[in-house]
């Protein structure tokens, strides 16, 4: 499995980006983002249950940022809203294996698959 992650940018506060993870094939059971600033740990964004769409997010970005997916093109997409300079980071897509439960879509360890990261910037 590989996944392709895309979209990141440069933006002023208050803008939007969106981003898209493209999969190879997807078998997971869920597909997280997550993103890392620098000195910082792997921090969760959001997740989506492939198969019920049901979609849960990181308390920093409940709200602004909207996880969601098209089926027949093996994406996902992260649409973020009203920036914030905390927002900057390399985001990362990710993918779990099939058996995965909800308990732990927030850490990073129980993911099997990852994409490459994607560099959003947000100046002031």
């Known amino acids: 499995v590989q996944l392709q992650a895309s979209g990141g940018g440069s933006v002023q506060a208050g803008d939007s980006l969106s981003l898209s993870c493209a999969a190879s094939?997807?078998?997971?059971?869920?597909v997280a983002w997550f993103r890392q600033a620098p000195g910082k740990e792997r921090e969760f964004v959001a997740a989506l249950e492939w198969k019920t769409r049901y979609t849960y997010y990181g308390d920093s970005v409940k709200g602004r940022f909207t996880i969601s997916r098209a089926l027949a093109e093996n994406t996902v997409y992260l649409q973020m809203n009203r920036l914030k300079p905390e927002d900057a980071a390399v985001y990362y897509c990710a993918g779990s294996g099939t058996g995965m439960i909800v308990s732990s879509i927030r850490f990073p360890r129980h993911y099997l698959y990852w994409g490459q990261g994607t560099l959003v910037t947000v100046s002031s």
């Open positions: 094939e997807l078998k997971s059971r869920f």
